[in-house]
């Protein structure tokens, strides 16, 4: 979750919404991404997908059967339909999304068994930490009238 938040504050400085995200492998990271959705004008520039797809990338698959997703913040639908198409086994987040979580907090994309894959969730890692450096972003923008 440590390189997940790295991969936030990366986004922070780039003034994109502090989320970062990385894939394991075998204990060795595969995949990283933060949000670049204003940077890349591409709303589906979330810290998920792009990690998701250097690690589909890297393993030269579209399945990431083995892999561990660390994202700082709860997945939204897109992102949590990713991760059910990416076979992805495992997936851990910091803080939880009220408004767009679809893992726990309004819907739960990874473990509906109408799916025909499932994912092993673990949540609430580094929560405040990951919440706070979102929290900042979010008072920092609305001060300078921007969201």
């Not at 936030?8 to 990283?32: F, N």
């Not at 893992?103 to 949540?123: A, K």
């Not at 919440?131 to 001060?143: T, Y």
């Amino acid at each position: 979750m440590r390189a997940a938040i790295a991969e936030a504050r990366l986004a922070l400085d780039e003034d994109e919404v502090p989320i970062g995200s990385v894939v394991v492998h075998d204990g060795r990271i595969i995949g990283r991404g933060h949000n670049q959705r204003e940077a890349l004008h591409d709303p589906t520039a979330h810290a998920e997908m792009i990690a998701i797809t250097a690690a589909a990338s890297h393993l030269q698959s579209w399945r990431l059967e083995g892999c561990t997703l660390y994202v700082t913040l709860e997945p939204c639908a897109m992102c949590a339909g990713a991760i059910v198409l990416a076979r992805l086994p495992r997936l851990v987040f910091g803080a939880r999304d009220p408004k767009a979580g679809a893992c726990v907090s309004l819907y739960s994309i990874p473990t509906d068994e109408r799916l025909n894959h499932r994912v092993q969730m673990e949540q609430s890692i580094l929560a405040d930490e990951c919440g706070a450096m979102l929290q900042e972003f979010f008072a920092r923008q609305r001060a300078l009238g921007k969201k």
